[in-house]
């Protein structure tokens, strides 16, 4: 039996053979963002204040020229208390065996919703002369196994160009985000020094795309 829509997940777009399984999935999502007793609590302006960086860190990568466009990484060390305190609510993977965290945002809310969780109406886009802006792509994605050609959506003419160039590659599996999406990451890392010391540090990793536009 094919699966229907009312057995897919919306933010992740994961397909489960029936309802129950969807159901599941969500119970679990919800449990990831329960508040976790043996982080610490952080201070509220310290939580503002790595947003502040986290915002200006992306609004780095907004620089301008067609050629700097496209796939953008932001990393930032973080310890895992400060993730949660800001990301609680978004989170919809984890895993303690690899010390993993994912939130996923898609679709035309998605600005609007990181606009609140940055405090920052800018965050993904900056001005420059001449009218160009350039921006973090929040558009729903185009699957990445359907036909471009077959797409119909207004934007820009340079957006287009990029989209094209974009599927020329035929992708075999799914990337790890799609254009439109995007996708924060909280990852443990370990460093193993030749002393034999081990370090371990928290990492944020912001993947998304970036594009520009002229407004007339």
Not at 130 to 153: K, L, M, R, S
Request: aromatic share 12%; net charge positive.
């Amino acid at each position: 039996m094919p699966t229907t829509l009312n057995s897919r997940c919306s933010t992740c777009k994961k397909e489960f053979k029936n309802s129950k399984g969807l159901a599941l999935h969500k119970k679990y999502v919800q449990k990831y963002n329960q508040c976790n007793q043996e982080l610490d609590e952080i201070p509220l302006n310290t939580i503002n204040e790595f947003k502040n960086i986290l915002v200006t860190e992306i609004r780095k990568k907004l620089t301008l020229g067609f050629k700097s466009m496209g796939k953008k990484l932001v990393t930032i060390p973080c310890p895992e208390s400060i993730f949660f305190s800001v990301f609680a609510g978004h989170i919809h993977y984890y895993s303690n065996v690899k010390g993993i965290y994912r939130c996923i945002f898609r679709g035309s809310d998605a600005y609007q919703v990181l606009r609140e969780i940055f405090n920052s109406n800018n965050w993904g886009k900056k001005n420059f002369s001449q009218n160009q802006q350039t921006y973090v792509v929040c558009i729903d994605p185009i699957p990445w196994n359907c036909d471009f050609q077959n797409q119909i959506e207004e934007i820009d003419p340079l957006e287009k160009l990029l989209q094209a160039s974009i599927t020329k590659h035929k992708i075999k599996r799914r990337p790890r985000f799609l254009r439109g999406e995007i996708l924060i990451e909280w990852k443990k890392k370990t460093f193993k020094e030749i002393n034999g010391n081990i370090n371990k540090v928290g990492y944020l990793y912001i993947n998304f795309y970036i594009s520009q536009s002229i407004n007339l």
